[in-house]
């Protein structure tokens, strides 16, 4: 779903476990690493996109999380000009629904392949602000805010520590 002003709308899943430390997924046959993320389709709401997309991307159903919090506004970003898809309506960026889900089910119901089509190879916890020095750089700005936004929704025993200052 493409808006008027080219931005295609879109749901981003930060997982955290008991741990407090979030799920980071390999995208296919790169060595990219981002959180869960996916279009939002004509006919859904963003939080039906979100259980869709967490079944499709990573095999977790709504029994298998709690959800914690979502972003107050759409975050959006920039796609470079060399990624842009020219065979599809003009879609310059991406705006996101962050959404901050716990697991509250085993790990072992994780599956990458539970969609015909994996989005993703490989998978870890990794500490809560990590994802900010391994994202690629344009989708930054938008995982800080939404990292920023969401700590204030994790239970106090999971809280990370403070964002570390930028140099």
Not at 141 to 166: H, T
Request: proline residues 7%.
């Amino acid at each position: 779903m493409i808006d008027a002003e080219g931005f295609r709308a879109n749901v981003g899943i930060i997982l955290v476990n008991d741990a407090g430390r979030v799920f980071w997924g390999r995208r296919v046959g790169q060595n990219a690493w981002q959180f869960p993320q996916g279009g939002i389709k004509h006919h859904e709401s963003p939080q039906q996109a979100l259980f869709r997309e967490l079944h499709e991307e990573i095999g977790l159903t709504r029994d298998d999380v709690e959800v914690l919090g979502a972003t107050r506004d759409w975050l959006r970003y920039l796609i470079p000009r060399r990624y842009l898809r020219r065979d599809r309506p003009p879609c310059i960026g991406q705006k996101q629904r962050w959404y901050l889900l716990r697991l509250t089910a085993g790990e072992d119901r994780i599956r990458l392949d539970a969609d015909g089509t994996p989005e993703f190879d490989a998978w870890r916890w990794v500490d809560y602000w990590t994802p900010l020095t391994q994202i690629v750089t344009f989708k930054r700005e938008v995982y800080r805010l939404a990292l920023e936004e969401l700590a204030g929704c994790l239970p106090e025993q999971r809280s990370p520590q403070p964002m570390p200052q930028r140099a």
